[in-house]
């Protein structure tokens, strides 16, 4: 496996390894900041980031605000010149405050999905930082591209691929989850995607790299992802596990103890599917219990607090908290395979080989 340095603009990362963004609480400023160090791409999600502040309950976007500059600034002390960015969802609510904030705080780059992020070069106007929108299928590639080159005459500084064996909210429908479920039939789709790259590369007179992430946990599967044509990779579930991730080490556990079995897809309050572990949370609610929640934090345009089964904020911060049994512990599809805990200079050094 030849690896060479990915170049995003004026930008040069030494490892072309993207940290994947894990809200709430598990990728912050520790686990960026580690693997900025070591040369990667060290990413913060901004999901919720505030949970821990005082005020998160009664002013939970000005915490979410305050939240940002602290772990951007935490991260940036641990890697002074290292690449550090933010995942934003762009079906936050403030999606334009939180991108604001994250371009104040010194972002280098600003990685956006769950939904498209149509509007973002506008949000981010003349700013430097780098915009990265998220994709799962050519379509999905072809409307963003199509979208930022006619209304802003540019295209994405980096567009990041996510496949259908990644953690968390999935931009895939089920059918679509059962359609891809073989063996390199996923792989027919990022080529679909990247020669929707190229063709706009050459309208643009530009170069457009790409990363691919979903289910890449070892040497092997990364060198079949660059073999695809990607420039980087993107992982997220195999940082989990290291002793740098901002987790509560019995969010970790519930890694290290689990089974190929009791990985699962799941559908979220909102109705999209995600891919988390079993527990007797999840058991709950899959059997059609009702979870009494906390008053609504606003976190999502499409949430209904009448009608959710559960509150995924809640959820996701028991998550962080390592109270896992009330938790919903999202995860990669080989979550699984976790046997120990890692540094992070180990998890990039078997993906990628030691580095001089």
């Not at 334009?96 to 104040?104: F, M, P, R």
């Not at 679509?176 to 050459?202: D, F, H, N, P, W």
């Not at 509150?311 to 998550?319: G, K, P, Y």
Request: hydrophobic letters at 40%.
């Amino acid at each position: 496996m030849s690896i060479h340095p990915l170049k995003i603009g004026n930008i040069e990362v030494s490892v072309p390894v993207i940290q994947g963004g894990m809200g709430v609480g598990i990728s912050l400023g520790s686990l960026a900041g580690a693997v900025a160090k070591e040369g990667g791409i060290g990413v913060i999600s901004a999901a919720q980031i505030g949970f821990r502040e005082p005020d998160f309950d009664t002013n939970t976007k000005e915490a979410n605000l305050r939240a940002i500059k602290k772990e951007y600034e935490k991260a940036r002390a641990m890697a002074p010149e290292g690449i550090i960015g933010f995942n934003l969802m762009v079906a936050m609510r403030h999606y334009e405050a939180y991108v604001s904030a994250a371009i104040d705080a010194g972002a280098d780059i600003i990685i956006s999905g769950a939904g498209l992020p149509m509007d973002l070069p506008k949000i981010a106007g003349g700013s430097d930082v780098k915009l990265a929108p998220i994709v799962s299928t050519e379509k999905s590639a072809r409307v963003i591209l199509k979208y930022w080159g006619k209304k802003y005459r540019r295209m994405p500084d980096l567009l990041v691929i996510e496949g259908p064996k990644a953690g968390g909210h999935l931009g895939f429908t089920k059918e679509q989850l059962a359609e891809y479920g073989s063996e390199g039939t996923y792989e027919q789709e990022v080529g679909k995607i990247l020669k929707a790259v190229r063709q706009y590369e050459e309208q643009f007179v530009c170069r457009i790299p790409t990363a691919l992430g979903g289910g890449i946990e070892n040497r092997s599967q990364a060198a079949r992802a660059f073999s695809l044509g990607v420039d980087a990779i993107q992982v997220a579930t195999r940082f989990v596990t290291t002793e740098e991730c901002d987790a509560d080490i019995r969010y970790k556990e519930a890694y290290l103890h689990a089974d190929e079995a009791d990985i699962a897809i799941v559908k979220s309050p909102v109705g999209m599917p995600g891919r988390a572990i079993m527990n007797p949370f999840m058991k709950k609610v899959m059997a059609g219990e009702q979870i009494p929640h906390s008053p609504c934090h606003r976190c999502l345009h499409q949430c209904d607090p009448a009608e959710i089964p559960y509150c995924i904020t809640d959820a996701l911060i028991h998550a962080a908290k390592g109270e896992t049994d009330e938790a919903l512990l999202f995860c990669g599809a080989y979550a699984y395979k976790a046997e120990r805990l890692e540094t992070v200079k180990e998890v990039i050094d078997s993906l990628i080989g030691e580095r001089v």
